[in-house]
């Protein structure tokens, strides 16, 4: 085999896995909102306008006139339902001399995967201390982007993925400055560390063949920045804030293995300092709380997310090529309440609307994400004057989607082998239950 011919195998090998990260999540796509149990309560409805540690990660501007410090902390657990089924998937081995001519086959294996996505627990947690009566400073750790999916090794969906993990870890630090007593500001500096691993299996020349497999590891710290504003007065708060997209750039290893034949097995082997680079959007954030009685908050919130900025997935040498994703811009929309049931006791509810950025026709197994609605209950009881407990549940319903992405492994070489992916995502939903503490000092 020549050299001209290795590198092509050596990046299509990596073409049908793509550098991306598997799951139906709980935000969009594969973003996690669940960064504050008391925001849970009400569907993350009021987050960008309201006040204290609990809405760092949504608004720097919010811990501005703090009077007293604060630590929040929380944990929520996260239960995944659904499964992506197969609606008749084929793929195409290429033809070899002496050969009959190959015609598209069922791709074979079990054609429904069960809960592909791992339950897992967020942490999240953040503090701040006012300087004097206007300016406070702040930090928020947050995991905006993680979980663990993973398909069986006769899942039909296997040549798209069998185990992806992402690990997310977004460090904030902020400050918040009220210029004057109506108007808030703020600004943060967002410091991501991001670790990957992925694997798909590869088809071999012959179906009688077992099929072979690639992993991909990566790491790597990146940077984003995070600018908020809030308007206050005696009934109402308006909040606008912007986080910035960041660019992911990460370094690590490609493996391959398992390919066999003379044309194939030359490509079993692994690429130390292998590269990724991609964008995760930025969000645009406009959010409001209005005091309806004495007792009565109403919240409301719209987040816009330039999901179209994560176009594609460029690998750097020696795989160069990149890998178009074509998500699109999207949104969500949020409603809910506060209301305080005695001097302790607060109660929440409220609904949220997302729109998936994934679209009809590219879309895969990697991430069967869908519109979902969110509809969430939860409360807080003021233990002492100084601690208040959080917790809060939701339901997350998914529609049903496509999985529609066709792909080819060996892209553009003579053994190009054509995958058309036709399966679905079906009964689809997600429990997720949080609970957390406020400390004031």
Request: no cysteine; glycine share 10%; net charge positive.
């Amino acid at each position: 085999m020549t050299k001209s011919f290795k590198a092509p195998l050596l990046a299509t090998a990596i073409v049908s896995s793509s550098f991306a990260f598997a799951g139906a999540a709980y935000g969009q796509a594969f973003y996690l909102q669940e960064q504050s149990t008391r925001g849970q309560g009400r569907a993350f409805s009021g987050e960008g306008a309201d006040t204290g540690a609990s809405s760092l990660w949504w608004n720097p501007a919010s811990i501005a006139g703090m009077e007293r410090g604060e630590a929040v902390i929380g944990a929520s657990a996260i239960i995944p339902k659904g499964d992506v089924v197969d609606n008749g998937t084929l793929i195409r081995r290429p033809t070899l001399p002496g050969q009959p001519v190959q015609t598209f086959q069922p791709v074979g294996g079990n054609r429904v995967s069960s809960d592909p996505i791992n339950r897992g627990v967020v942490p999240s947690g953040a503090v701040a201390i006012p300087l004097n009566d206007r300016v406070a400073v702040g930090l928020a750790v947050t995991s905006p982007y993680s979980f663990t999916t993973e398909y069986d090794a006769n899942s039909w969906a296997r040549y798209s993925a069998l185990k992806t993990e992402l690990r997310t870890i977004d460090i904030q630090p902020s400050v918040g400055i009220a210029v004057l007593d109506w108007l808030r500001v703020g600004g943060a500096l967002n410091v991501e560390y991001t670790k990957a691993e992925l694997g798909n299996a590869l088809p071999n020349l012959s179906s009688a063949l077992p099929d072979g497999f690639q992993r991909l590891k990566g790491d790597g710290w990146d940077l984003g920045w995070s600018a908020g504003v809030q308007l206050h007065n005696d009934w109402a708060t308006v909040g606008i804030s912007y986080k910035s997209r960041i660019k992911h750039n990460l370094k690590g290893s490609l493996e391959v293995g398992g390919l066999l034949g003379q044309i194939l097995s030359p490509q079993n082997r692994t690429v130390d300092g292998a590269t990724a680079t991609f964008y995760t959007p930025a969000q645009i954030i406009v959010a409001g709380r209005f005091r309806a009685t004495d007792k009565l908050t109403l919240n409301a919130q719209a987040v816009r997310f330039t999901w179209a900025d994560f176009d594609a997935i460029r690998l750097g040498a020696p795989i160069n090529q990149a890998i178009p994703e074509n998500y699109k811009n999207s949104f969500s929309l949020a409603g809910g309440f506060d209301y305080a049931a005695t001097d302790r006791l607060t109660l929440r509810a409220g609904a949220q609307r997302g729109i998936t950025p994934t679209q009809n026709g590219n879309r895969d197994a990697r991430v069967p994400d869908a519109n979902r609605w969110n509809y969430s209950i939860g409360g807080s009881y003021k233990v002492t004057p100084r601690f208040t407990l959080d917790a809060a549940g939701s339901y997350i319903d998914f529609a049903n989607a496509s999985i529609d992405r066709r792909t080819a492994a060996y892209a553009g070489t003579a053994v190009q082998t054509p995958i058309l992916t036709n399966g679905q995502v079906q009964n689809a939903r997600a429990f997720v239950a949080s609970i957390g503490g406020r400390f004031s000092f």
